[in-house]
């Protein structure tokens, strides 16, 4: 069992992973949910264009804190990217077709930006994203891909005023330069946002838009296959308190929506019907006020994986699918044999994954927001890697 843990000094506070323990506490005591999209300031990709996976976090003071790693699992000392302003939401991607990441991020000031790579262990002078904010309104989330199937990566944007929601989708032109805004207005959500999601419901090829709202609803913006997006609509029942995510877990094709109930500790699978609508599925319980899920085949067996960690007890449930949409927890030496003896965590709130040490196999790091430290899982299952003829770390 081998495990890494790399830390910083600085804390964080983003719009959500970085709640307290108090917080939940209190969140628990009152039966109320107060989370709002859960900022992503923890990442895994291969920021330089080494093929080797680094760990990265935000930092409270304009910096993007990196663990370097060297592609054989060891990590370097932490460096720091000095940024122009101070990031609550980081995404990556290479925008201009050179190979690197590019550095997308929400401001504190509420402007979202996109810093291009410099090939030199930072980025470029950030360029502010238009989005058309109007008074009241502020960006909520953000997420990346190819909307419209041309090759080029976008990002849809959502946005919140006091009495109105609304998603506006920015088309790359593969060059770093975008399309003037498409919007497209949610009249009936007029509350805080807890899931931001895009994944192809409809399996029409092109990517729909999804946003949950505080009190459960999905309201799904699905495409019409040339780039254009219809009505929103709302997704039939009423879902828990905590966020959504989109993965296939029975190989349909479609995707089936992972759900997660914080007040509860329950996570659901809900397999998709192809034309944006859901099965209700059967609720596993899990740790006390799960946050995040890593969905990805750990054990080499071709069928999607689920791990959920829990901020309320500082716990970690991992689940190998069967293929069908059923899931199967580990557990003991059975886990152990997977990833190894995972130590004690302290206030995990985000997980990541990444071929860490270059042998085809998916490791993990989970963020602890107390230390603020990542602890690295190495993977130890499947085939011996020198039977193994491609290898993940050669993929973008």
């Known amino acids: ?213 505080i009190l459960g609803t999905v309201y799904a913006i699905l495409s019409d296959g040339m780039g254009g997006y219809n009505t929103p609509t709302t997704i039939g029942g009423i879902l828990p308190t905590g966020r959504i995510f989109f993965t296939d877990y029975n190989h349909d094709q479609i995707p089936d929506m992972i759900v997660l109930d914080e007040l509860l500790g329950v996570v659901t699978i809900r397999l998709g019907n192809g034309d944006g609508t859901f099965l209700n599925g059967v609720g596993i319980n899990v740790g006390i006020t799960p946050v995040d899920v890593l969905s990805v085949d750990l054990n080499l067996d071709g069928h999607r994986d689920l791990a959920v960690i829990n901020v309320g007890d500082n716990s970690i449930n991992v689940f190998i699918g069967d293929g069908l949409g059923g899931l199967v927890e580990l557990v003991g030496t059975v886990l152990e044999d997977l990833l190894g003896v995972i130590p004690v965590l302290s206030t995990p709130i985000a997980i990541v994954s990444a071929d860490f040490n270059g042998d085809c196999r998916l490791d993990i790091g989970i963020w602890n927001d107390l230390t603020q430290s990542y602890i690295v899982q190495l993977n130890q299952s499947g085939p011996d890697p020198n039977d193994l003829i491609y290898c993940s770390k050669f993929e973008n």
């Open 1 to 213: 069992m081998t495990y890494y843990i790399f830390g910083g000094s600085d804390s964080c506070s983003g719009k959500g992973k970085t709640l307290s323990v108090l917080f939940y506490s209190l969140l628990l005591m009152t039966l109320t949910v107060g989370t709002s999209v859960l900022a992503a300031r923890q990442v895994a990709t291969d920021l330089f264009g080494d093929f080797a996976s680094d760990l990265i976090h935000v930092n409270s003071t304009n910096q993007l804190v990196v663990e370097v790693g060297d592609g054989s699992g060891g990590f370097a000392n932490p460096v720091t990217v000095s940024l122009s302003f101070n990031p609550i939401e980081v995404s990556f991607g290479d925008f201009n077709g050179d190979g690197l990441k590019d550095l997308v991020a929400l401001q504190s000031d509420g402007d979202l930006s996109l810093s291009l790579n410099n090939g030199a262990g930072g980025f470029m002078a950030a360029v502010p994203l238009t989005v058309g904010l109007q008074l009241t309104e502020s960006i909520t989330d953000f997420a990346l891909d190819d909307l419209n199937g041309d090759g080029s990566l976008d990002v849809a944007v959502n946005i919140s005023g006091v009495l109105n929601a609304r998603v506006g989708l920015l088309y790359g032109n593969g060059s770093g330069g975008f399309s003037p805004v498409v919007t497209t207005e949610i009249n009936l959500l007029t509350i805080a946002t807890v899931s931001f999601n895009l994944a192809d419901l409809n399996a029409d090829g092109t990517m729909d838009v999804t946003v949950k709202d």
